[in-house]
């Protein structure tokens, strides 16, 4: 198809527009109203004084203004100053008198688009100039559209870099306090072997055992240590597979109930899981899923006092998204709850919310990253995970599986 | 007379490994887990030493730290911390008399509460 001409373009679009002509003089009114018609196919409607025409204005929505500069009450210079105070955005052109330069300029200066001397031919060339201020008009627009979306854009990114410095400071925090935290535990089993190489405890004997049992502590907190940074790296590289197969939830709700079940037992902490009488089966890495589960119930002992309590529970549900079955398994617990403002940040990576837990248990120190790998896990699984929480009442953490179909 | 030591530290592994050698040094040693009730435990002792892990939970070690060498000066107080950012000036000058920071050698924690209890 050939193009349209670029005169004609301007044309078009100028063409069914609405306009309102500010203007006294019927005779001009017509001339206007004739000219324009014919050449852009645009409504133009009259007011007849600078008054009706501002009360328009502001009840109605024009494409473009033009006002005679000479009228009986309030002039078109004042037509046009208040109309900026109100706000109204359409371009505006004033028609002057001849040799009247001075009022054109303060015209422009006051935020008219164009000026048209009145005189015999005005009128013929007045839809040239109509459609040049709408061409005109139309760019300043989409430049101001343009500026503000670089603005808008340029603001975005600064907000990215400052989350990236952030993230890359939370890093180095975090590989300063991960080697601190291999520290302590290496420390404490070279000062246990140590005790025992020095003849200052015997293992056979009740001092000498509990030092042993230190040093086991000690070993099991490094290997916890050592199996999140692997998981976390893996998963920073993309190289976690999940090995997904049909599995029954709740064999897994019961394996992660049984491994956890010592550790509870010892915090005095009830752990209970009541599984549904029939099956659900979702499509999972089972081995992954319990790792998921046995993290949030490690937690969920580290942040519940003695005589507290642990509910597993798995339920079926309808996504209203998708329309799909999906399984949502909750772990809740009556512990100390999460304050509102650390509800999403607790599943960052590297984010550790300090707050009272018992330390007596080693076992269950960690490294901040617990969360982020059960996200991470979940996500590999499409599911969603979340935590609804209340201080001082306890949290449940929520995951979703899809169901196998 | 032995001298006593009182280790204020809610790491109870820690606390338990170090006071075995200390003890073995001759020194009569006790261990307090509890950070709130460590004051009182001081009081109750009248220790010759203090280490005072001042990462506590339960209570600010800074504060205590002020409290036992306002209340009772004779005791020394060697702070300990887990925190790599702390610095020891500023407990030196709250008084104490030495600053350790985890993971510590406690053969030179010995040696240190040795020298400061002679
Ligand atoms: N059940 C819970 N009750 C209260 N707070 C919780 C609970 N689970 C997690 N949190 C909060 O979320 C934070 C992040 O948890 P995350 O598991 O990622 O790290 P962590 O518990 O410090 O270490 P770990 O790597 O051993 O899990 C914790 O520091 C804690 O403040």
């Given at each position: 198809?050939?193009?349209?001409?670029?005169?004609?373009?301007?044309?078009?679009?100028?063409?069914?527009?609405?306009?309102?002509?500010?203007?006294?003089?019927?005779?001009?009114?017509?001339?206007?109203?004739?000219?324009?018609?014919?050449?852009?196919?645009?409504?133009?409607?009259?007011?007849?004084?600078?008054?009706?025409?501002?009360?328009?204005?502001?009840?109605?929505?024009?494409?473009?203004?033009?006002?005679?500069?000479?009228?009986?009450?309030?002039?078109?210079?004042?037509?046009?100053?208040?109309?900026?105070?109100?706000?109204?955005?359409?371009?505006?052109?004033?028609?002057?008198?001849?040799?009247?330069?001075?009022?054109?300029?303060?015209?422009?200066?006051?935020?008219?688009?164009?000026?048209?001397?009145?005189?015999?031919?005005?009128?013929?060339?007045?839809?040239?100039?109509?459609?040049?201020?709408?061409?005109?008009?139309?760019?300043?627009?989409?430049?101001?559209?343009?500026?503000?979306?670089?603005?808008?854009?340029?603001?975005?990114?600064?907000?990215?870099?400052?989350?990236?410095?952030?993230?890359?400071?939370?890093?180095?925090?975090?590989?300063?306090?991960?080697?601190?935290?291999?520290?302590?535990?290496?420390?404490?089993?070279?000062?246990?072997?140590?005790?025992?190489?020095?003849?200052?405890?015997?293992?056979?004997?009740?001092?000498?055992?509990?030092?042993?049992?230190?040093?086991?502590?000690?070993?099991?907190?490094?290997?916890?240590?050592?199996?999140?940074?692997?998981?976390?790296?893996?998963?920073?590289?993309?190289?976690?597979?999940?090995?997904?197969?049909?599995?029954?939830?709740?064999?897994?709700?019961?394996?992660?109930?049984?491994?956890?079940?010592?550790?509870?037992?010892?915090?005095?902490?009830?752990?209970?899981?009541?599984?549904?009488?029939?099956?659900?089966?979702?499509?999972?890495?089972?081995?992954?899923?319990?790792?998921?589960?046995?993290?949030?119930?490690?937690?969920?002992?580290?942040?519940?006092?003695?005589?507290?309590?642990?509910?597993?529970?798995?339920?079926?549900?309808?996504?209203?998204?998708?329309?799909?079955?999906?399984?949502?398994?909750?772990?809740?617990?009556?512990?100390?709850?999460?304050?509102?403002?650390?509800?999403?940040?607790?599943?960052?990576?590297?984010?550790?919310?300090?707050?009272?837990?018992?330390?007596?248990?080693?076992?269950?120190?960690?490294?901040?990253?617990?969360?982020?790998?059960?996200?991470?896990?979940?996500?590999?699984?499409?599911?969603?995970?979340?935590?609804?929480?209340?201080?001082?009442?306890?949290?449940?953490?929520?995951?979703?599986?899809?169901?196998?179909? | 007379?032995?001298?006593?030591?009182l280790?204020?530290?809610?790491?109870?592994?820690?606390?338990?490994?170090?006071?075995?050698?200390?003890?073995?040094?001759?020194?009569?040693?006790h261990?307090?887990?509890?950070?709130?009730?460590?004051f009182q435990r001081i009081q109750e002792l009248n220790p010759?030493?203090?280490?005072?892990?001042?990462?506590?939970?339960?209570?600010?070690?800074?504060?205590?730290?002020?409290?036992?060498?306002?209340?009772?000066?004779?005791?020394?107080?060697?702070?300990?911390?887990?925190?790599?950012?702390?610095?020891?000036?500023?407990?030196?000058?709250?008084?104490?008399?030495?600053?350790?920071?985890?993971?510590?050698?406690?053969?030179?924690?010995?040696?240190?509460?040795?020298?400061?209890?002679?």
């Open positions: 198809m050939a193009e349209t001409p670029a005169h004609l373009k301007i044309k078009k679009d100028a063409e069914n527009m609405r306009i309102l002509l500010v203007e006294d003089n019927p005779d001009h009114s017509y001339l206007v109203r004739k000219s324009v018609n014919e050449a852009l196919r645009s409504q133009v409607e009259i007011a007849e004084s600078g008054e009706q025409g501002v009360m328009r204005l502001g009840n109605e929505k024009y494409d473009l203004i033009i006002s005679d500069f000479n009228l009986p009450g309030m002039s078109g210079l004042e037509v046009l100053k208040t109309i900026k105070e109100m706000g109204v955005d359409a371009p505006f052109i004033m028609l002057t008198g001849q040799g009247d330069e001075k009022v054109a300029v303060s015209a422009m200066q006051a935020g008219a688009y164009n000026y048209v001397v009145k005189d015999d031919v005005c009128y013929t060339i007045l839809p040239r100039v109509i459609s040049e201020t709408l061409t005109q008009f139309r760019a300043d627009k989409e430049k101001e559209r343009l500026e503000r979306e670089i603005r808008e854009k340029s603001e975005a990114l600064e907000k990215a870099n400052r989350e990236l410095k952030k993230l890359d400071e939370l890093k180095s925090q975090f590989i300063s306090s991960v080697s601190h935290e291999f520290k302590n535990p290496l420390n404490s089993i070279q000062e246990s072997i140590a005790l025992v190489l020095d003849g200052i405890v015997n293992p056979t004997e009740p001092k000498g055992k509990r030092v042993m049992e230190i040093a086991q502590n000690s070993t099991e907190r490094l290997t916890i240590l050592v199996n999140d940074l692997l998981d976390f790296s893996k998963l920073e590289a993309g190289k976690m597979k999940m090995e997904k197969e049909p599995v029954d939830i709740r064999g897994v709700l019961t394996e992660a109930l049984d491994s956890m079940s010592p550790l509870a037992e010892k915090r005095k902490i009830t752990l209970t899981c009541a599984p549904a009488a029939h099956k659900m089966i979702v499509f999972a890495d089972p081995m992954r899923i319990v790792q998921v589960l046995t993290n949030l119930i490690s937690n969920a002992i580290k942040y519940t006092q003695e005589g507290g309590a642990i509910r597993l529970d798995a339920r079926s549900e309808k996504d209203p998204a998708s329309s799909l079955q999906k399984i949502v398994v909750s772990v809740k617990d009556s512990g100390a709850g999460i304050a509102k403002e650390n509800l999403s940040r607790i599943f960052e990576r590297f984010e550790q919310i300090k707050q009272p837990q018992h330390r007596d248990l080693p076992a269950l120190q960690g490294t901040g990253l617990g969360l982020s790998i059960c996200r991470e896990i979940v996500q590999l699984h499409q599911g969603r995970i979340w935590v609804e929480s209340e201080l001082g009442k306890g949290s449940t953490f929520f995951f979703t599986l899809p169901r196998y179909q | 007379m032995r001298k006593k030591i280790i204020v530290d809610d790491e109870e592994d820690f606390a338990t490994l170090s006071a075995l050698r200390i003890g073995e040094a001759g020194f009569e040693v261990i307090e887990t509890d950070g709130g009730k460590a010759d030493a203090v280490l005072l892990d001042i990462m506590l939970q339960t209570d600010d070690g800074l504060s205590l730290l002020k409290k036992i060498k306002k209340e009772m000066p004779q005791v020394i107080v060697i702070v300990i911390t887990g925190k790599a950012m702390l610095m020891g000036d500023i407990f030196k000058m709250e008084g104490a008399a030495a600053f350790f920071k985890k993971p510590i050698d406690v053969k030179e924690l010995v040696k240190k509460i040795q020298e400061l209890t002679q």
